[in-house]
């Protein structure tokens, strides 16, 4: 099997939550925190500081999971701040 961890600059903690109501199957503990689902063949383990990209054959395909879920959290932060302003 192979992996991918990217190690992130900042605490992501507060995405959380978020992919967990925009992302279907997505499981999350606001204990731990971690964040975990699948998107198409891969496994995502998302944690404060890294996630953890698993079946990741190589660097493109890590970086197609890393834009799909930065776009995925943009978006549902976007929606709610439209719905509070």
């Known amino acids: 099997m192979t992996r991918a961890v990217i190690k992130l600059s900042s605490d992501i903690s507060y995405a959380m939550p978020i992919m967990k109501r925009v992302i279907e199957g997505c499981a999350y503990s606001k204990e731990v925190p971690i964040a975990a689902f699948r998107y198409k063949n891969f496994g995502v383990i998302v944690q404060s500081h890294d996630i953890t990209i698993n079946h990741a054959g190589d660097e493109t395909a890590a970086k197609t ?15 709610d701040s439209r719905q509070q302003g």
């Open 65 to 79: 999971v890393m834009d799909w879920l930065r776009d995925v959290v943009n978006a549902a932060d976007a929606d």
